[in-house]
């Protein structure tokens, strides 16, 4: 919906891709993934997922690349002008956003048997859906737009056993800057568990 200085979008995206023989997944190259400044925004690009499955614990030297053969997602973005810092040539836009979604193996890939927590069920979709909640700003130039966005998981797939994942970030007023930006580990690991911020050119959909 569009208004004169205001818009409402929405996303939804689903896709699934099936592996044939003895193969469990699909290649590497064909899979989906999940964060990053066009899909879930809490979550760093490849961050979330796959299903219930835990984040490398912080501090380890592992990126978390997780891939997987099926995803559902969607996005509601409501967005607004600021300010025409010059006029038809620089608009300073700000959005309001709400992702949620995830990535799931089709098949068992446990090595060990017995179950896996990144394989998609249909009786635990709720709990292991991510929902990320933010905001963000857009310097529109016009023939291209230049987007900052700050993302905040409310709702986390690995904690799915607690409370169906939901889970509000412990911030406030008095220490929303030092969470943010600052350099203690307690500030870094809190990032890690809970917020991303993401640096996109154009907008997300």
Not at 103 to 115: D, Q
Not at 136 to 165: C, Q, T, W
């Amino acid at each position: 919906m569009n208004y004169e200085n205001t818009a409402l979008v929405a996303r939804v995206f689903t896709g699934v891709g099936v592996s044939f023989g003895k193969d469990t997944t699909l290649p590497f190259f064909k899979q989906y993934f999940g964060g990053g400044s066009n899909s879930m925004r809490g979550w760093p690009i490849r961050g979330i997922g796959r299903g219930a499955q835990q984040l490398v614990p912080f501090g380890q030297n592992i990126f978390n690349d997780r891939t997987a053969d099926l995803q559902l997602e969607a996005n509601l973005e409501y967005r607004y002008i600021i300010a025409r810092i010059i006029p038809n040539s620089l608009t300073l836009r700000g959005a309001l956003f709400l992702d949620a979604g995830n990535i799931w193996n089709l098949r068992n890939s446990n090595p060990a048997g017995g179950v896996d927590s990144a394989q998609f069920r249909f009786k635990n979709l709720y709990k292991e859906l991510g929902v990320s909640a933010g905001t963000g700003f857009r310097l529109d130039f016009n023939y291209f737009v230049l987007r900052f966005d700050m993302g905040f998981r409310i709702k986390r797939p690995e904690l799915s056993h607690r409370r169906a994942g939901w889970n509000i970030p412990d911030i406030g007023f008095d220490d929303v800057f030092s969470k943010l930006f600052g350099g203690k580990e307690e500030n870094r690991k809190w990032r890690y568990e809970n917020f991303n911020f993401t640096i996109g050119i154009s907008y997300p959909f």
